[in-house]
């Protein structure tokens, strides 16, 4: 019985401290952006002025971390511009950029409605 004990311990051992259990988890990709904010931001503008897509009067509104949920599931940040425009006091509808930053730098514009 205490031969069969060191048995299982022994191989329970030799299983928790292998190299390839090690190796697995310290190779699992972050949960998080690999490519900071300020960059993101950065690469948007490089990538609206690059397209030549017209921002006069508009602002960053926000940029927040997603990922793709139409079966693309890359991570991405999306900066949003808003026009600065108003009519009876009220937001204009539409007029917003969006601009996707996925984590490799590669970037793509869309628009509001």
């Known amino acids: 019985m205490k031969?069969?004990?060191s048995v299982v311990t022994a191989a329970l051992s030799l299983?928790?401290?292998s190299?390839?259990?090690?190796?697995?988890?310290?190779?699992?990709?972050?949960p998080g952006p690999t490519l900071g904010i300020e960059e993101a931001i950065r690469i948007a503008k490089e990538v609206v002025r690059k397209q030549s897509v017209n921002l006069a009067d508009s602002y960053?509104?926000?940029t927040r971390f997603d990922r793709g949920h139409d079966g693309d599931r890359r991570k991405f940040w999306l900066?949003?511009?808003l026009r600065n425009e108003y009519a009876n006091d009220l937001p204009i509808k539409g007029g917003q950029t969006y601009v996707h930053i996925y984590m490799?730098?590669?970037?793509?514009v869309s628009y509001g409605e």
């Open 104 to 108: 490799d730098g590669t970037g793509a």
């Open 19 to 30: 190299p390839v259990a090690t190796a697995e988890a310290t190779s699992a990709k972050p």
């Open 3 to 5: 031969t069969l004990l």
């Open 79 to 81: 900066v949003t511009w």
């Open 60 to 62: 960053i509104d926000s």
């Open 15 to 17: 299983l928790l401290c």
